[in-house]
């Protein structure tokens, strides 16, 4: 029987022996060794001596076969909720479909850890290319893994500082401003405005274009006014519509994943009575045109046009694909607003 050591006498040394001789995992020397960020810095090092000292060396068929394209494209999405990820996806994967590429969607479930146990499943199906709409582009973590993933990212409405990667981005702040600049042409000078939190870019689009409609109309300042979506599970909707009320605004902005919207809007029915909207409280929805367009009466909406976002991510990851040394790129995409019934002149 040969020993363990048998390889090393016959003169090829494998992955296995770099790992046995830096004490660490076949797994974590496979990740050292492909450039994986997941390993801590001992490790490394220890594992690129023991290669350098055993002259270990990558078996060249294999890593023909790893960097071989696969025809598929990944796509993190923070949850499937939302009123924007399901049609994009769908038009991601008819544009996609004609070059030969398919999507692979992977949820982080609202949670950075998610985040980064889809990217690690990426990773292992080495994909040609991967979109990122992550929960948080704050997390270092993540950024790490990105940075080290060896394939070609596409940020989708996400802004990872210090990580050159192409992006496509949407003009939230904008759009925000434009809906309360509305509202305040109608005698409204308590908005509020729900956002999420700071760790991801739209909810720090939201802020600054509240901030900045306060800023030009000098609005009401009040803290309450902006309300923080930190729960997105539809079910967190009647909170957000208690919330909303709380900070006795005449209208409100509202925005996040079409059950909490939804739920949101009943809770808000429930508490104001019959027909309360403009007549109690002018409403203006961000992003979810079908719930806008059925609701009675129709909402006035930030519009977020889905199908031209998911245009120019394909745009984006093909051009990549085909040039990879291309300078990185990156293209904002402007959010309108429309008016509609949901609004009106201030309750006298």
């Known amino acids: 029987m040969p020993s363990p050591n048998s390889t090393l006498a016959a003169g090829v040394t494998t992955l296995l022996d770099v790992a046995r001789d830096a004490g660490v995992s076949r797994a974590t020397a496979s990740r050292v060794l492909t450039g994986s960020p997941r390993v801590s810095p001992s490790a490394r090092d220890r594992v690129r001596a023991s290669a350098e000292r055993l002259q270990y060396q990558v078996n060249a068929a294999a890593r023909s076969l790893r960097t071989a394209r696969t025809g598929l494209v990944g796509l993190l999405i923070p949850g499937f909720r939302n009123d924007l990820y399901g049609p994009l996806a769908d038009r991601l994967d008819e544009r996609l479909r004609e070059h030969g590429l398919s999507v692979v969607i992977g949820s982080s479930g609202w949670s950075a850890d998610g985040d980064l146990r889809v990217l690690e499943s990426f990773a292992a199906q080495r994909l040609d290319a991967v979109i990122i709409a992550s929960r948080s582009d704050r997390s270092p973590a993540v950024a790490a893994y990105l940075g080290g993933l060896g394939s070609p990212v596409v940020l989708l409405d996400r802004d990872f500082t210090g990580l050159p990667c192409d992006s496509v981005l949407t003009d939230?702040?904008?759009?925000i401003t434009e809906a309360m600049g509305a509202l305040v042409d109608l005698g409204h000078r308590r908005i509020a405005v729900s956002a999420y939190g700071t760790e991801l870019r739209p909810g720090r689009q939201v802020r600054e274009g509240f901030a900045a409609a306060v800023r030009r109309w000098g609005l009401d300042d009040d803290c309450d006014l902006l309300v923080d979506l930190s729960d997105l599970d539809g079910s967190a909707g009647a909170d957000l519509g208690?919330?909303?009320?709380?900070?006795?605004?005449?209208?409100?902005?509202i925005g996040g994943p079409t059950a909490l919207l939804a739920k949101c809007l009943r809770r808000l029915r429930e508490r104001l009575g019959p027909n309360p909207f403009p007549s109690r409280l002018s409403v203006v929805a961000v992003g979810d045109e079908l719930l806008a367009d059925v609701h009675e009466p129709a909402l006035a909406l930030v519009i977020r046009p889905v199908e031209r976002i998911a245009d120019a991510v394909a745009d984006q990851l093909l051009r990549r694909l085909d040039d990879p040394a291309s300078p990185v790129e990156s293209v904002t995409i402007p959010l309108t607003f429309r008016p509609g019934p949901s609004i009106g002149r201030i309750p006298r």
């Open 172 to 175: 939230l702040r904008a759009g």
């Open 242 to 253: 208690e919330r909303l009320l709380a900070a006795r605004p005449s209208a409100a902005v």
